[in-house]
């Protein structure tokens, strides 16, 4: 298996909408083995495929829950109901969350605090996963970018720009910017 490159924001990959898989062969199951090891080594606790410039609606996870638990999985083709999103200010201390295709940044953003995720596995079996909590907010991050959102792009206006200025800063928001985890050097 192999670690792949993630794409950083410009890519415009990570900006459209991702093609529903159609076929289930030896080719997905390598993928999502790669995305299984690209998010280890990123670290993450979840990685879309359209992060490692593939433009299909699978996304990995992996979280430690509250008991003790690991929450570790795949979700092909998904869908996503969520509670309503809390009005207000978000919390820097508990709603602030990264994403690798914006690597080294955080910033506070609401979501919903319940989800529930239906999809397939890699046999084709049926996932239902109803989440709370972080949990939930792993699956909400995850979905957007199969639908090309990044959360930088839901970031309410004073972090929007902050988070604007720093990609300009880096040099981001072009095409062809990835990078290797285990590596620090940006590629492209």
């Known amino acids: 298996m192999t670690i792949r490159p993630i794409c950083i924001t410009g890519n415009p990959v990570l900006h459209a909408r991702a093609q529903e898989v ?8 390598e ?31 992996d979280w430690d829950a509250e008991d003790g638990s690991e929450q570790r999985g795949v979700v092909i083709n998904p869908t996503l109901e969520i509670s309503e999103v809390p009005e207000g200010e978000p919390d820097w201390d508990t709603e602030s969350e990264g994403c690798l295709s914006v690597p080294g940044e955080r910033f506070p953003l609401k979501r ?43 970031l309410i206006d004073e972090y929007k720009d902050e988070a604007n200025e720093i990609i300009i800063e880096r040099g981001w928001g072009k095409d062809g910017l990835s990078w290797l985890p285990g590596k620090e050097k940006l590629e492209g």
């Open 112 to 154: 919903a605090n319940k989800a529930i995720l239906r999809g397939l596995d890699l046999n084709q079996n049926p996932v239902h996963i109803e989440a709370s909590g972080w949990f939930a907010r792993i699956f909400q991050h995850e979905f957007d970018h199969l639908e090309g959102i990044l959360y930088v792009d839901r």
């Open 22 to 29: 159609t076929v289930f062969d030896e080719a997905l199951a």
């Open 31 to 61: 993928l999502v083995q790669d995305m299984y090891e690209t998010m280890d080594e990123a670290p993450g606790v979840g990685l879309a495929a359209p992060q490692i410039g593939v433009n299909l609606r699978v996304f990995v996870y």
